[in-house]
């Protein structure tokens, strides 16, 4: 898989990946077209659900592994910023803001094995989404992870 790939979990259910099997700390992002656009979602569900699940799963790794991650979106050019804006995700002190597991890092739920999913409200209100690695523990430790959701039947 890669980054943008959309894959069907089962039925209407629909996994896009935003970050791929990464081993390393990245940074936040620099750039507009950093990270993921979320015109993917409408392409996944033909429409925009309102809440999808942030979803981490490693792909390799030993020892005592874990992870801590902040969710980015762009906002375009608001406020007057040439290049647009990118934001964290959520709401808190300035240090925890788009810190995914409420600043605690996401330890393993079985040996050498990490999982994890919590709700993104929203996350069509942003152009475009970034996942950074702030922290990766254990022995080559790789983790990916996916925006999961449903397409909303009304």
């Not at 750039?31 to 979803?55: H, N, W, Y």
């Not at 970034?130 to 990916?144: D, R």
């Amino acid at each position: 898989m890669a980054l943008g790939d959309i894959t069907v979990i089962e039925n209407d259910l629909k996994a896009i990946e935003i970050l791929a099997a990464t081993a390393a700390v990245n940074n936040a992002p620099a750039s507009a077209t950093a990270g993921v656009p979320t015109d993917l979602i409408r392409q996944a569900f033909g429409q925009f659900p309102e809440v999808m699940s942030f979803v981490v799963a490693s792909t390799a790794g030993s020892g005592a592994m874990g992870a801590t991650f902040r969710l980015w979106g762009m906002f375009g050019t608001l406020a007057g910023l040439a290049g647009g804006l990118w934001a964290p995700f959520g709401s808190g002190s300035e240090t925890l803001k788009g810190v995914v597991n409420e600043g605690n890092a996401l330890g393993e739920v079985a040996t050498d094995l990490i999982r994890h999913a919590e709700p993104l409200l929203f996350p069509h209100h942003a152009s475009r989404i970034y996942v950074e690695l702030v922290a990766i523990t254990g022995t080559l430790t790789s983790v990916t992870c996916f925006l999961a959701g449903r397409k909303v039947l009304v």
